[in-house]
Every structure is written in structure tokens, then in C-alpha cells.
């Protein structure tokens, strides 16, 4: 238990830098298009198109933003194999914490105290989760569930790239969310995956759940990327951490048998709730109210990206 919930807080501080970083690079993309007032980096909708995407993704902040992300994406894998996915899930979740303390001084953004209020209320939540984990299930399920599984993550990450590119701007919390969603799914998958333990390479390769851990990570961090560059990065990272979260840790306790403590129940499904209700309040009171006439504002010191860019 103890090793997993270490690799899972390793996870997290991997995952909350390298979303700040991620920004810091998705934003001064951003900033270099609108310079050269250029009309090909978003989509009629005034989404980001693939092109504008593509240009965030090498400039040298989003590259060690996802380097981490990729070493995250390794002990995270690890933490979902050792412990129940509704502590792991949730433990990874609090990188909403890093990136936010980080994104105060990467992004200049200034945080409210109900932001600071609901950064703590996550916290005392994960406190809660950790004291009533008990053991994880075993994770073998039937082929067939990973058959639905690699469809789901098929349906959820290609839907979402088409409704992302329908509702250009207006979607960063969408996005964030339908990212969550993907690495739930990419979570679930680690945990059904065959052929690790004892490792047999043909039953890893033919296993379903392999394609739909690739499909789901690999689509949820580009909808991750999209949501960073049209909206608030704290407002969008939540949004994910619910979308990683609720799913998951239902699916763990209904299909892959993870428990609580013996008694503690109630004090795992306390502390989940509040976890969630913490990080939805986050991506509520993250959401910055733009104001036209004041010095500065929609630049990315106020936590959004100028406004001429997220307007398209």
C-alpha cells in the first residue's frame, strides 16, 4: 500500500508540472500565431486546428511537459495495479494542486481564495480516501469487456476530437473532461491488461486492452493540449481530474472488486464525493471573468490566452 500511494503521489507531481509546462508552451504558440496574425491555426468554429496543435506540441516547454507526462503515465500504471483505481485514480487526480501553485508563478496567474479554499477541501478528501483503502480487486475480467473497452475509448476519444472541433472555443472544459475520461479509461485498461503478470508477450499484444490504453492516452492528452490552449488551465484540469476520477473508481468497485476497509465504506465514499465536489469548484471558481478595460487582461499573466486568439 505504501509503495503505490508513493508512486501514485510521484505520478501526480509528474503530471501537474508537465500540464503547467505544457500551457506555458500551448500559450506562447499561441501568442507567435496571433503576432503574425495568422488565420490558419484554428478551425472555422474558432477551435484549434491539428496545425496550431502540432506547433504547441515542439516548442521546448510542451516536450518536458510531456516527457513528464510519459513518466507519470508510468507510475501512474504501476499505482493502478497496486492499489484500489478509486485511491490511485484520486491520488494522481491532486496534480490539480501542483498545477495550480505552479501556474502562479509559470503563468502568472493570481488564485482566488475560494480556489485556494477548494484546493484544500481536495486535499482533507484524499486524506480521507487513503485511511479507508483496502485491498485492490484482481482485475481479470472476461476478453469481451476488453473488446467494449477499446470501442469506448474509440467512441469517446474520436467523438470528442469532432465535437472539440465543432465548438471551437467554447469547449475547454469539455475538452479537459473528455481527456479525464480517456485516462480513466487508460487506468481501467492497466488494470484488465493480460499478459503482464507473469509477462507473455503474444497475450499482451493480443490483448484489446493494449489498443485501447494507446487509443485513450495518445487522444487524451491531444484533447488535454487543445484544452490548455483555449482555456483556463486550472478550469480545464479539473474538469480532467473528475473525467479520471468518478468513472474509474465506480468501474474498479462494481467490475474489478476493489474495497474499502473493513467499516470504512462510508468514509471512501465521503471522501470521494468531496474529492470530486473540490475539483468541479475548482474548475468553477478557475474560470476567469474577462475584463475588457482592464490593464492586461486576457494575457497570459491573467491565466487566458489573449483574447483575439480564444475568441477564434
Known amino acids: 500500500m505504501i509503495i503505490g500511494l508513493l508512486t501514485a503521489v510521484a505520478a501526480s507531481a509528474c503530471y501537474g508540472t508537465g500540464s503547467v509546462l505544457q500551457a506555458v508552451g500551448s500559450r506562447k504558440s499561441a501568442r507567435r500565431e496571433a503576432a503574425a496574425s495568422s488565420t490558419t491555426g484554428v478551425t472555422q468554429h474558432g477551435g484549434p486546428s491539428l496545425s496550431s496543435t502540432a506547433k504547441a506540441a515542439v516548442t521546448w516547454e510542451f516536450m518536458v511537459g510531456t516527457v513528464l507526462d510519459f513518466v507519470g503515465f508510468g507510475l501512474g500504471a504501476l ?121 507473455h508477450l503474444p497475450s499482451l499484444l493480443g490483448d484489446p486492452a493494449l489498443y485501447a490504453i494507446l487509443v485513450a492516452g495518445i487522444g487524451g492528452m491531444y484533447l488535454h493540449t487543445v484544452a490548455l490552449q483555449i482555456g483556463s488551465v486550472n478550469g480545464a484540469t479539473a474538469a480532467l481530474v473528475v473525467g479520471e476520477t468518478v468513472v474509474p473508481g465506480i468501474l474498479g468497485v462494481l467490475w474489478l472488486g476493489d474495497a474499502s476497509r473493513p467499516g470504512f465504506a462510508w468514509v471512501a465514499v465521503l471522501g470521494f464525493v468531496v474529492a470530486v465536489a473540490g475539483a468541479v469548484a475548482v474548475a468553477w471558481f478557475g474560470e476567469p471573468e474577462p475584463d475588457p478595460g482592464a490593464p492586461g487582461a486576457g494575457t497570459a499573466e491573467s491565466g487566458t490566452l489573449p483574447t483575439e486568439v480564444a475568441a477564434r
Open 79 to 199: 499505482a493502478a495495479r497496486l492499489l484500489p483505481l478509486f485511491l490511485s485514480q484520486t491520488v494522481i487526480s491532486a496534480n490539480l494542486v501542483i498545477t495550480a501553485v505552479l501556474s502562479i508563478k509559470l503563468l502568472g496567474i493570481r488564485l482566488s481564495r475560494a480556489e485556494w479554499s477548494s484546493i484544500a477541501v481536495v486535499c482533507s478528501a484524499l486524506v480521507l480516501l487513503a485511511t479507508a483503502a483496502g485491498p485492490e480487486g484482481s482485475g481479470h475480467t472476461p476478453i469481451a469487456t476488453h473488446w467494449w473497452l477499446l470501442v469506448a475509448s474509440v467512441v469517446l476519444i474520436g467523438g470528442g476530437i469532432l465535437i472539440v472541433r465543432l465548438l471551437g472555443g467554447r469547449a475547454a472544459i469539455l475538452a479537459g473532461l473528455l481527456s479525464g475520461l480517456g485516462f480513466g479509461a487508460l487506468g481501467v485498461g492497466v488494470r484488465v491488461l493480460n499478459g503482464v503478470d507473469p509477462f
